[in-house]
Nanobody, 122 residues
Framework: VQLQASGGGLVQPGGSLRLSCVGS????????IGWFRQAPGKEREGVSC????????EFTDSVKGRFTISRDNAKNTVYLQMDSLKPDDTAVYYC????????????????WGQGTLVTVSS
């Protein structure tokens, strides 16, 4: 099981980025997928998650109304669309997979990808 996160970069406040999480070596369809982020000196926190059949999506309060999560099982990919980005969104973003319920608890995820850096700055 491998996950590859990509799409990070430098963006100005108010800008947008779309992160992708591509699975290889397994089929993502039955997995819940979570997006997490870790800023320097801070603990890793849950940003959003999506259940295996798109029934459940959740967002941490600080990104509600700005981020959306979606999945394309045919492409074995989950996306995190990030709009109206703020400097506080600066962090390394990780995706993770779990066969359990969709949750934003770090401890519930078995498989993790490497991170992709998002920097929001003018």
């Amino acid at each position: 099981v491998q996950l590859q996160a990509s799409g990070g970069g430098l963006v100005q406040p108010g800008g947008s980025l779309r992160l992708s999480c591509v699975g290889s070596g397994f089929t993502m369809d039955p997995y819940s997928i979570g997006w997490f982020r870790q800023a320097p000196g801070k603990e890793r926190e849950g940003v959003s998650c999506i259940s295996s059949r798109n029934i459940i999506t959740e967002f941490t309060d600080s990104v509600k109304g700005r981020f959306t999560i979606s999945r394309d099982n045919a492409k074995n990919t989950v996306y995190l669309q990030m709009d109206s980005l703020k400097p506080d969104d600066t962090a390394v973003y990780y995706c993770a997979a779990s066969l359990g319920w969709a949750t934003m608890r770090v401890s519930e995820y078995e498989y993790w990808g490497q991170g992709t850096l998002v920097t929001v700055s003018s």
